[in-house]
């Protein structure tokens, strides 16, 4: 199974566009568009899609997160962000176009994020995030974008996986967390396929 994009090459750089924030002074928000993907090549079996979409390189600790003066370290140990997670994906979608999920920021979080019929979004990390921002906070599902410590010292990857499954849904509702998804995957993935693009909004990182 195959799993490509118009919107950035694997392994590249993911376009400001396709982000939540980006540089300013020194920090702005984008456009947060979700990107363009699309497959091919799932097992006969297939039934249905869970498409993901997780950032495993963000700080453990807030201490220095946006902080003027200071830098995220690089050594400092890193935890998993959910960007997106979307199932029930029917087995006769085999392209999602750019901002079709997503097309700009909504303050507070997505209420019904398109996708396509049938499918249903659980919630990403940015809901965690804002909890303790009286503007921002709020219940967050479908896509949100890239938005990296703007003075972290790494480069961030942002990992979409595809998996094919032998049912046609799963007992999930909108709003349901990646553990609810692994643990109803789990035992009926046939095969997945993975695009990663890199995205950081400091200058400096490496």
């Known amino acids: 199974m195959q799993l490509r994009s118009d919107s950035f090459e694997h392994g590249q750089p993911m376009p400001t566009r396709l982000a939540f924030g980006k540089r300013g002074e020194p920090f702005a928000l984008s456009d947060n568009l979700s990107p363009h993907l699309a497959w091919n ?5 297939t039934r249905s899609f ?3 979409c997780l ?3 963000v700080p453990s600790k807030p201490d220095d997160v946006n902080q003027e003066g200071r830098v995220v370290p690089a050594d400092l140990p890193r935890v998993e962000f959910v960007h997106w997670l979307m199932a029930n994906i029917p087995v ?3 392209e999602l176009a750019e901002g079709a ?3 700009g920021i909504v303050a507070r979080g997505k209420r019904a994020p398109y996708g396509p019929p049938g499918s ?5 990390d940015y809901t965690g995030w804002f909890a303790g921002d009286a503007d921002m906070r709020g219940e967050y599902l479908g896509y949100d974008g890239p938005c990296p410590p703007w003075n972290d010292s790494i480069v961030h990857h942002y990992h979409f996986r595809l ?3 032998d049912v046609e849904s799963l007992r999930l509702a909108d709003g349901f967390t990646v553990n609810e998804l692994r643990e109803a995957m789990d035992g009926h993935v046939l095969a997945e396929a993975e695009i990663m693009g890199t995205y950081t909004i400091n200058p400096a990182a490496a």
């Open 101 to 103: 999920c997503s097309n």
């Open 120 to 124: 249903v979004q659980g919630i990403n």
């Open 55 to 57: 950032d495993f390189d």
């Open 50 to 52: 869970v498409l993901t």
């Open 163 to 165: 998996y094919a499954l």
């Open 41 to 45: 090549g799932a097992p006969h079996a």
């Open 92 to 94: 006769e979608c085999g």
